[in-house]
């Protein structure tokens, strides 16, 4: 039977002391502790295992370990990191956009998304429709709750939601499609356009 886990949290100045203690060099102590208070112990330590002497799980530091070296991985880390994001949203609002786009000019439906006629699977449209209104419920966009105290219609139109519910959710809308030759333009757009 697992143990429960007993471990308290430990404030950065008394982990500054525990890591000089297992053979980390670090120069400028109050930089270092600055540091564990704004990254947290948790995430920065990832960042030290890199340095452990085998075996690691003794939590020994190579003789060259420096927090220095650990801090320009997790720099490394993070800059990465935000170049990937930047990246995938270009290709996140380029997908919601084909999607909305290609459908709407085949269909001149603005409500497709909502529209039973476009799917094959009734009870996968259930539940994209109870996402898309859970979503509507959540938001504070500005465009939905204009169009909600403007418009009757029980669900804005697609460009509306499209922007406002998970891209893994847009999948499923995509999948559950039963136009085969639409899916097949929509798959094709993806495939071959410069758009990322």
Request: one cysteine or more; hydrophobic letters at 40%; charged letters at 20%.
């Amino acid at each position: 039977m697992p143990n429960n886990y007993t471990k308290q949290c430990a404030l950065p100045q008394n982990l500054i002391s525990l890591l000089k203690k297992r053979g980390l060099s670090i120069i400028n102590e109050p930089k270092a502790e600055s540091y564990l208070w704004s990254i947290g112990y948790f995430r920065f330590s990832a960042y030290l295992r890199p340095l452990y002497k085998e075996p690691k799980v003794n939590h020994v530091f190579k003789d060259d370990a420096t927090f220095e070296k650990a801090l320009n991985m997790y720099r490394f880390d993070r800059k990465l990191r935000l170049l990937l994001f930047n990246e995938i949203e270009k290709i996140e609002v380029a997908i919601r956009s084909a999607l909305v786009n290609i459908v709407n000019s085949n269909t001149n439906d603005a409500f497709w998304i909502t529209n039973i006629n476009y799917f094959h699977n009734k009870q996968a449209l259930n539940n994209s429709l109870n996402i898309i209104n859970t979503e509507i419920r959540r938001t504070k966009e500005d465009f939905i709750i204009h169009f909600q105290k403007t418009y009757s219609n029980a669900y804005p139109p697609s460009w509306m939601v499209a922007e406002i519910v998970p891209l893994g959710s847009l999948s499923t809308i995509y999948k559950n499609l039963h136009n085969y030759s639409l899916k097949k333009s929509l798959s094709t757009f993806w495939f071959t356009n410069q758009c990322f």
